[in-house]
């Protein structure tokens, strides 16, 4: 299957700083990219999409100050969580896929704001 | 918006089989997915659906009624290794649409 990545996978933050996450599409031309959020013990939760050289579109409910989202270029999608607090501490993995049923995630980053 | 509604936790014996049920309500639908998911790591997929009817991989089969807006994912020989979180999502029907999940069957295989 296609490939994703995500850099880092482990990030410890003080609270009040930002944050930078890098997915890329190894394989593949990601025109889309999707961006979830994963609390303990919790499902999936879409936060938004991203699309080469447009804006993202945030879900309800989610601060588009708060959680930058860039998508320069059809290989890297970039989640930036600004001026981060402890509840923002979470899993955030991204996805895109290859064909109408082939989505495919990458291998997530753990954020702790401490 | 989508409502997917599965079981919280199940618990089944080292061999067995499982069947874990999957509904959801929604409008426009193209395609139900299942992924397995370890803890503290990403989802990786399982099988998806977009038809009715039964699809077979191996251990794992799934199944779809887009009638009754209902899917299982059959589970045999388990092995101990099958101890994840498994979700169902489902994908609305449109170019570039996310899969949205449920919130996930935690299933613990014991000896």
């Known amino acids: 299957g296609a490939v994703v990545s995500q850099h880092p996978s482990r990030v410890i933050c003080k609270s009040g700083t930002s944050v930078k996450i890098e997915c890329r599409s190894l394989d593949f031309q990601a025109t889309t990219m999707f961006w979830y959020r994963q609390f303990p013990k919790q499902s999936l939760m879409l936060m938004a999409t991203?699309?080469?050289?447009?804006?993202?579109?945030?879900e309800q409910g989610v601060e588009k100050d708060k959680f930058l989202i860039n998508h320069a270029s059809l290989t890297l999608s970039t989640l930036t969580v600004t001026s981060a607090h402890p509840e923002d501490s979470s899993f955030y993995i991204c996805s895109s896929f290859t064909g109408p049923y082939e989505q495919y995630f990458g291998p997530g980053t753990r954020l702790t704001v401490t | 918006g989508q409502n997917i509604d599965q079981p919280t936790e199940m618990t089944a014996t080292e061999g067995a089989i499982v069947q874990i049920n999957c509904t959801y309500q929604?409008?426009?639908?193209?395609?139900l997915f299942w992924y397995q998911q370890h803890a503290g790591e990403a989802p990786t997929f399982l099988s998806y659906?977009?038809?009715?009817g039964l699809e077979e991989k191996g251990r794992f089969s799934s199944f779809l009624s887009r009638s009754k807006g209902y899917s299982y994912l059959l589970l045999k020989e388990l092995q101990m290794k099958d101890s994840a979180s498994y979700l169902c999502?489902?994908?609305?029907?449109?170019?570039?649409?996310?899969?949205?999940f449920g919130k996930g069957t935690r299933l613990s295989v014991i000896a």
């Open positions: 999502a489902v994908r609305k029907r449109g170019g570039n649409t996310p899969l949205v």
């Open positions: 659906n977009v038809l009715d």
């Open positions: 991203s699309n080469e050289g447009s804006k993202a579109t945030y």
């Open positions: 929604t409008s426009g639908f193209n395609g």
